[in-house]
């Protein structure tokens, strides 16, 4: 799969194009735009990220193309580990930084003010400035600050420097809760169940967010061109995280989990292998895989396998899009939605 380059074609490395940047005080960004929140648990939250006192700290908002994967890259063999359990939000080491994908969709931070708590939403729940974002994204006058994490002409990524963490929401069953809060159990817990899963985080860490979403729903086989968005939307994700964290002279790290297959039900194995090959076109210095449960660190480690064998760490990649057909040959097919 992977081979020295010809002689007449020198090996990149992917960079995105940088569409807008917005920055502002946490502060002022939220009492321009506050959240705006339909659902009346949601409120809740914000109540309680917001009890302490307004955002702290300074907000930085970017937008990316996604570049095409056509010429060869020279890439790199970045660290790869597994974490057991939901993001933790723990402190990156001594010169690095960390990003934490958010699984978006489309519509940037589309659902965060109704009454479901999938990643998305609970992330943004946590952090609530990233509300603010989307709605100052929604009120930008300028076309390459939309609030849009792809477009008619494809992935844009968005990324989100220094978005506090205010409160800790536990997922796990509890008293009034049998369920958990995850996804649509949230919407059905009454309003002091869910204030009993709350911590508030004094004081509050702040965060680096990467917004990509997955490919839409499909089923049977992959085709090529979903697999192609796929490596696409994550390498360019990953190689804006990787300029901005360069740029401050850090390492980039990016913590991942499953994404896409929840609610989209896409293929686990896929899925983790894309985000595992993305990360090396993409130059990054670490991925941190999340996996939830036996299922998901089983396809975690197959994914690794699969990565390994398509692109091994130290080669140039001659032809980026013949990964996708390596990716192809193994048939991957569509799961199904888990409902949230």
Do not use: C
């Not at 708590?117 to 609530?128: G, I, K, S």
């Not at 963490?165 to 059905?188: E, T």
Request: no cysteine; aromatic share 8%; proline share 7%.
């Amino acid at each position: 799969m992977s081979s020295s380059t010809s002689a007449d074609a020198s090996p990149v490395i992917v960079t995105p194009l940088r569409l807008g940047l917005g920055s502002w005080s946490a502060a002022e960004l939220f009492e321009q735009y506050p959240p705006q929140l339909r659902d009346k648990r949601k409120q809740l939250l914000l109540e309680l990220a917001v009890a302490a006192g307004p955002p702290r700290g300074a907000i930085e908002a970017t937008r990316w193309r996604a570049p095409a994967l056509e010429a060869p890259i020279a890439i790199t063999a970045p660290t790869i580990a597994l974490a057991a359990g939901a993001f933790d939000y723990a402190p990156a080491d001594a010169g690095a930084q960390a990003w934490w994908l958010n699984f978006a969709d489309a519509h940037l931070f589309g659902f965060y003010g109704g009454p479901l708590l999938a990643q998305d939403e609970l992330q943004v729940a946590e952090h609530p400035i990233l509300a603010s974002v989307r709605e100052a994204f929604d009120d930008a006058s300028s076309a390459a600050i939309q609030p849009y994490t792809r477009d008619a002409d494809g992935a844009t990524p968005v990324l989100v420097r220094g978005a506090e963490r205010r409160i800790a929401i536990d997922l796990a069953p509890g008293p009034g809760r049998p369920r958990g809060l995850y996804g649509n159990h949230f919407a059905a817990t009454a309003p002091d169940a869910i204030r009993a899963g709350v911590t508030a985080l004094v004081p509050a860490p702040a965060h680096n967010i990467l917004a990509i979403a997955a490919p839409s729903p499909g089923h049977g086989i992959y085709a090529r061109a979903t697999i192609v968005d796929a490596l696409t939307t994550a390498t360019g994700g990953f190689a804006a995280a990787r300029v901005l964290s360069h740029g401050d002279g850090l390492r980039a790290i990016v913590h991942t989990g499953a994404w896409g297959t929840g609610a989209f039900g896409g293929n686990k194995v896929l899925m983790a292998a894309v985000q595992l090959i993305a990360a090396r076109l993409a130059r990054l210095d670490g991925l941190v895989f999340h996996a939830i449960g036996a299922e998901s660190i089983a396809a975690f480690e197959e994914a690794v396998t699969i990565a390994t064998t398509i692109v091994p760490p130290g080669a140039t990649v001659a032809d980026p899009l013949a990964i996708v057909d390596a990716l192809i040959a193994h048939g991957f097919r569509w799961g199904v939605s888990d409902g949230n």
